[in-house]
């Protein structure tokens, strides 16, 4: 219910571990009631939304509230707005790194070509 872009985005999340009912892992097949918590991790906090009610069909942003109702923690949100502060995000492996693209072209953007300065300019004065 609009807590992941895609399906497919909130099935490997299941498999990965990071939904759970009940500080439980759950399958992408579990059936779930009016009531359950769903808790849901994403770095660096623990976000959790209680049903309020069911529905067949993909819902607009709007409605969403009539569904489901977050009940995260406020220590989770104390901690959210202190990573938010410090800066630290949990970054993917390898982002933050420059690619070998980015490699090759600070290379060619290092090589000296034209110097901005001639040595003339640190010799002596004429």
């Known amino acids: 219910?609009?807590?992941?872009?895609?399906?497919?985005?909130a099935a490997e999340?299941?498999?990965?571990g990071r939904v759970m009912m009940s500080h439980v892992n759950v399958k992408p097949s579990r059936n779930i009631?009016?009531?359950?918590?769903?808790?849901?991790?994403?770095?660096p906090?623990?976000?959790?939304?209680?049903?309020?009610?069911?529905t067949?069909?993909?819902l607009g942003a709007k409605l969403v509230p009539n569904y489901m109702e977050n009940v995260t923690t406020a220590d989770q949100l104390t901690l959210l707005e202190m990573a938010n502060v410090?800066?630290?995000?949990?970054?993917?492996?390898?982002?933050?790194?420059?690619?070998k693209k980015?490699?090759?072209?600070?290379?060619?953007?290092m090589v000296e070509e034209a110097p901005?300065?001639?040595?003339?300019?640190?010799?002596?004065e004429e």
């Open 116 to 124: 901005f300065f001639s040595d003339d300019d640190w010799g002596e």
């Open 45 to 54: 906090i623990l976000y959790s939304f209680k049903v309020l009610a069911l």
């Open 56 to 58: 067949e069909n993909r």
């Open 33 to 43: 009631k009016v009531g359950d918590v769903i808790q849901i991790k994403r770095a």
């Open 102 to 109: 980015d490699r090759r072209t600070l290379d060619t953007f």
């Open 86 to 99: 410090s800066g630290f995000v949990d970054r993917d492996r390898g982002t933050g790194r420059p690619t």
């Open 1 to 9: 219910m609009r807590l992941f872009k895609t399906r497919t985005i």
């Open 13 to 16: 999340a299941c498999k990965k």
